[in-house]
Protein backbone atom coordinates (compact mmCIF):
# COMPACT_ATOMS: atom_id res chain seq x y z
CA UNK A 1 0.00 0.00 0.00
CA UNK A 2 1.48 3.33 -0.92
CA UNK A 3 0.97 6.20 1.69
CA UNK A 4 0.20 9.57 -0.32
CA UNK A 5 0.30 13.35 1.32
CA UNK A 6 -2.97 13.43 1.30
CA UNK A 7 -3.26 10.54 3.74
CA UNK A 8 -0.40 12.12 5.77
CA UNK A 9 -2.36 15.39 5.50
CA UNK A 10 -5.27 13.29 6.86
CA UNK A 11 -4.32 12.21 9.43
CA UNK A 12 -2.02 15.10 10.54
CA UNK A 13 -5.90 16.95 10.88
CA UNK A 14 -7.62 14.37 12.83
CA UNK A 15 -4.71 14.64 15.29
CA UNK A 16 -4.43 18.10 15.71
CA UNK A 17 -8.46 18.06 15.74
CA UNK A 18 -8.28 15.60 18.59
CA UNK A 19 -6.23 17.42 20.44
CA UNK A 20 -7.65 20.85 19.93
CA UNK A 21 -10.92 19.13 21.24
CA UNK A 22 -9.22 18.01 24.49
CA UNK A 23 -8.17 21.31 24.92
CA UNK A 24 -11.32 22.86 25.58
CA UNK A 25 -13.69 21.29 28.29
CA UNK A 26 -17.20 20.26 26.79
CA UNK A 27 -20.69 19.70 28.12
CA UNK A 28 -23.48 17.84 26.05
CA UNK A 29 -27.06 19.24 26.55
CA UNK A 30 -30.12 18.23 24.50
CA UNK A 31 -30.85 20.35 21.18
CA UNK A 32 -34.20 21.55 20.79
CA UNK A 33 -34.66 18.46 18.52
CA UNK A 34 -34.36 15.54 20.80
CA UNK A 35 -30.63 14.90 19.69
CA UNK A 36 -27.37 15.61 21.90
CA UNK A 37 -25.00 18.45 21.32
CA UNK A 38 -21.37 19.12 22.57
CA UNK A 39 -20.88 22.51 23.63
CA UNK A 40 -17.48 24.28 23.95
CA UNK A 41 -16.71 25.99 27.44
CA UNK A 42 -13.77 28.09 26.02
CA UNK A 43 -15.34 31.65 27.30
CA UNK A 44 -15.81 33.04 24.29
CA UNK A 45 -18.24 35.55 23.30
CA UNK A 46 -18.82 33.99 19.74
CA UNK A 47 -19.04 30.59 21.14
CA UNK A 48 -21.94 31.65 23.35
CA UNK A 49 -24.00 33.20 20.67
CA UNK A 50 -23.17 29.91 18.38
CA UNK A 51 -23.96 27.48 21.13
CA UNK A 52 -27.19 29.19 22.48
CA UNK A 53 -28.68 29.52 19.02
CA UNK A 54 -27.54 25.90 18.53
CA UNK A 55 -29.80 25.38 21.88
CA UNK A 56 -32.79 26.80 20.10
CA UNK A 57 -32.59 30.38 21.26
CA UNK A 58 -33.44 33.27 19.01
CA UNK A 59 -30.43 35.16 17.84
CA UNK A 60 -31.79 38.47 20.13
CA UNK A 61 -32.27 36.24 23.02
CA UNK A 62 -29.02 34.30 22.99
CA UNK A 63 -27.70 37.82 22.27
CA UNK A 64 -28.74 39.26 25.86
CA UNK A 65 -28.09 36.20 27.72
CA UNK A 66 -24.11 36.07 26.37
CA UNK A 67 -24.27 40.04 26.66
CA UNK A 68 -25.38 39.70 30.41
CA UNK A 69 -21.96 37.37 30.83
CA UNK A 70 -19.49 39.74 32.02
CA UNK A 71 -16.17 37.55 31.94
CA UNK A 72 -16.54 36.37 28.10
CA UNK A 73 -13.73 37.19 25.84
CA UNK A 74 -14.47 39.67 22.78
Known sequence: MKITVAMVLAVAAATAGIAWAEDVPTV???G????PLVL???GKYS?????SQRLGYSHDSAKR?????PNLKR
Open 28 to 30: TRT
Open 32 to 35: PNGK
Open 40 to 42: RLD
Open 47 to 51: TCLRD
Open 65 to 69: YCDAK
